[in-house]
């Protein structure tokens, strides 16, 4: 079993324009003299590789800690696309990943720069994924970005944003993508791990 490793250092992240970055604050040092060592932390729902529950856009949605783990967890297909993601990709994409793996066809995770337009969104929306993975720090435009995530949020699709994929084949994966439990928020933070299950273990 091989392992890719595609989530952001956290502390070194791409921060979306306006949120703030996260910190760190060193409360406890042994280079100090302490015991031991302690850190606090102070970031956004939304700093790195992170996770979108429907409630970062749907007033009423579920929050992060309500995802089902079955939407973060399990086959998907990483997919290289660049550009605008049209409504006619996103449709020959779902026709091309349900006939070959239906399980992976749930969960798709976009490799390179692409944005994923509001009609490519519904498409996906309407052919029930439960999850999409992209590189950029949100799904849609950056400028404008409202409309997609509506498109998808209001399906319960998770989005899964800011992973990094360029050292990761097209193919299909076991993902763990599990956010962490913050209850009443908009979305986490996540160390998102892909698991080639034909591979050699790498360490």
């Keep these: 079993m091989k392992l890719y490793d595609i989530s952001q250092e956290l502390f070194g992240c791409v921060v979306f324009p306006g949120d703030p970055a996260p910190k760190r604050e060193i409360l406890s040092s042994m ?12 970031l956004c729902a939304h700093n790195g590789t992170h996770v979108d529950a429907p409630y970062h856009f749907i007033k009423d949605g579920k929050t992060v800690e309500k995802i089902d783990l079955a ?8 997919i290289e696309h660049k550009g605008i993601l049209s409504a006619k990709d996103a449709m020959a994409i779902l026709d091309r990943t349900q006939k070959e793996n239906t399980e992976a066809a749930k969960r ?25 993975g992209n590189e950029s720090q ?29 050292h990761v084949p097209e193919e299909v994966y076991l ?9 009443g928020a908009d ?17």
């Design 71 to 78: 939407r973060v967890v399990g086959l998907c297909f990483v």
């Design 138 to 166: 949100t799904v849609g435009p950056e400028d404008g970005p409202m409309a997609a995530h509506l498109a998808l949020l209001s399906r319960e699709v998770v989005l899964l944003e800011g992973i990094r994929l360029s």
């Design 175 to 183: 993902l763990n993508a599990a956010p962490i439990a913050l209850g």
């Design 31 to 42: 280079q100090d003299g302490s015991n031991y060592n302690l850190t606090a932390l102070s």
């Design 108 to 132: 798709l995770l976009f490799k390179g720069n692409t944005t994923v337009s509001t009609e490519a969104a519904e498409v996906f929306a309407e052919g029930g994924i439960w999850l999409l």
């Design 187 to 203: 979305g986490a933070p996540c160390r998102a791990i892909l698991m080639d299950m034909e591979g050699e273990m790498v360490c």
